[in-house]
């Protein structure tokens, strides 16, 4: 009888047993994994590869989130606790790395909260701050309107001019390609407020065309303002009135970048003067050489300088066809690095209209300003480096016609200056 009671004792303490591990099994296995953070394998964090971003309205961002632990690594994203946003704040997509999606138009100036949250184990989130600029406005010559347009990336206005209008200091003026001229509205020169820049989608279709006005297309004046990525043209024939200068830098750290052109002003495609820290480069201006005599074409230069520069930079850039490549005068220190200046008369020309002064003092290569030089001054007809000055001009480290350059040749001396080569 004991041993029939003892048998009973240990089958019902083994059937217990399998039920526990029965319910342990079905309990730890949960099919849709809302248990699985308190399981054995639970969640341990969730985290973001940003904390804080800037997005321009109607533009996207990615976000990657990592799962540390449990075995439900699926996430739910919210934007300012809505469930894959919406119009207003954004929208975002559910999968890693997701992206988000800014509205097309500005929000205002609060963050808008991105939020990734643990499907096993809610308590698991991490979160992004996303302040949403409207520093971009759109102009599209074939689908903007000036009238009803507000510069948002799906509602371009169709002018430069208005797009100008409407930026806010430092911003961009955003320009889809055609050809901007005053035949479609546009109304010159553009005036740059502080710190904006003026920018074409592709340097090659992006077209600023002139008209038979004087004076120049685009005034770098005010501080941090810039032009980059377009093309220049005239539709004016040779010797009749057109612009003296596409780009005219008169202010501080003003800059010119990706700037072409293959026709020439009255005076220069860009014209420096007053300016303090401007910077030009990678800008191309290739005009058809013109053989001498040239009278009425004005003046001929690619990159002209008048009056006193300070800190100026010329880099990267290519001059070609012009009586004088740059042309430096008054008190103006440039720095070239990295130019090729071929096929002109006088490749650079330093005049000081022979006064003491009133003497540029550009660094070639090796000179107070640690020029690297790097620059191509080669098959210039008269002088690759013409200086009058009363200056010592230092132009190392250059690639010229002779190597070592002669002088007479490669560079000419018609005052007390002189010129170091190497």
């Known amino acids: 009888m004991k041993s029939y009671c003892v048998a009973v004792v240990m089958y019902k303490a083994l059937l217990i047993l399998c039920l526990c591990a029965v319910l342990a ?22 985290s973001l590869d940003s904390h804080e971003m800037e997005v321009e309205a109607g533009y996207t961002e990615e976000l990657t989130a990592t799962v540390t632990g449990g075995d439900n690594k699926t996430l739910t994203w919210y934007v300012n606790d809505i469930e894959n946003g919406n119009d207003t ?3 975002i997509s559910q999968n890693s790395p997701v992206t988000y999606n800014a509205p097309d ?11 990734a949250v643990s499907v096993a184990d809610p308590t698991k989130y991490d979160s992004c701050m996303v302040t949403v600029t409207f520093l971009i406005i759109h102009v599209d010559i074939e689908t903007g309107n000036d009238d009803t347009g507000t510069g948002y990336i799906h509602d371009p206005v169709k002018t430069m001019h208005r797009g100008m209008a409407l930026v806010n200091t430092d ?5 889809a390609p055609g050809v901007y001229d005053t035949d479609h509205g546009e109304t010159f020169p553009l005036y740059h407020k502080a710190g904006v820049t ?39 024939d040779l010797g009749q009135e057109r612009w003296e200068e596409y780009v005219y830098l008169r202010g501080e750290d ?32 290739e005009v058809p050489y013109l053989t001498p005599p040239t009278s009425g074409i004005g003046q001929n230069r690619g990159i002209s300088f008048s009056d006193g520069n300070t800190g100026t930079i010329i880099r990267g850039c290519t001059v070609s066809g012009f009586r004088d490549g740059i042309r430096v005068t008054s008190d103006s ?7 090729t200046v071929q096929g002109n008369d006088y490749g650079i020309n330093l005049c000081c209209y022979h006064s003491s002064s009133s003497n540029p003092t550009p660094d070639l290569g090796g000179g107070a300003r640690n020029g690297t030089g790097g620059n191509t001054i080669m098959y210039n007809v008269e002088c690759g480096l013409y200086n009058e000055t009363y ?3 230092f132009a190392m480290y250059n690639t010229w016609d002779n190597d070592p350059p002669v002088a007479g040749e490669d560079y000419c001396n018609t005052s007390t200056g002189g010129v170091i080569v190497d």
């Open 333 to 339: 220190n440039p720095l070239v690095e990295n130019c």
């Open 198 to 236: 003026l920018e074409g989608e592709d340097w090659v279709n992006c077209v600023i065309r002139g008209s038979d006005e004087w004076g120049y297309a685009v005034s770098l004046e005010n501080t941090g303002s810039a032009i980059r990525k377009f093309t220049f043209e005239s539709d004016v």
């Open 105 to 115: 138009t500005w929000p205002g100036p609060l963050p808008v909260a991105i939020r």
């Open 171 to 175: 911003g961009t003026v955003l320009v």
């Open 89 to 91: 704040y954004g929208t």
């Open 391 to 393: 200056n010592v001009i």
């Open 25 to 46: 099994l079905c309990y730890g296995c949960s099919s849709d994994g809302d248990d699985a953070g308190s399981g054995p394998n639970p969640v341990q964090s969730v």
């Open 254 to 285: 003003v800059r010119a970048d990706s700037i072409r052109t293959s026709q020439r002003t009255y005076v220069a495609p860009i014209k420096i003067r007053n300016a303090t820290n401007a910077i030009i480069e990678n800008c191309v201006f």
